[in-house]
């Protein structure tokens, strides 16, 4: 549909099993270890995704997309400044446009900080 919006979560994650899991045992971000912050440390357990986090992206008003940081490159590579991750974006066809900045990210300290963040922002979108 054209004009329609995409809600790109991007997070600083590498592909397969063993980076996954290295990522989750890093944690929340300290001040000493807030660049090896990702999404998914406080939005997944050992097992799998939390039950709020999937309901949350289930009941947003916009479709939403996780992609890992290499899908994104792989996918958005072209006219993109240097970034960092994790970021969310909103896609309006083919514009990206930055909601929440890494910044804003690492200062997530759990499930709901992040999702608290993700409301207020859309709601202003």
Known sequence: MPGSKILLIVD???SGMLPSLKDFSAGT???SRAR???IS???HSPVGIKKE???FLKDLEIPSRTLEKSEF???FRSGLPQMTFPVVFVQKGTELAVLISTEELNQCRNLND???LMR???LFE
């Open 12 to 14: 600083n994650t590498d």
């Open 29 to 31: 971000p300290t001040a």
């Open 36 to 38: 090896t912050f990702t």
């Open 41 to 43: 440390s406080i939005t």
């Open 53 to 55: 986090w999937k309901r």
């Open 73 to 75: 490159l792989s996918e």
């Open 114 to 116: 992040l999702i608290v």
């Open 120 to 122: 207020r922002r859309l």
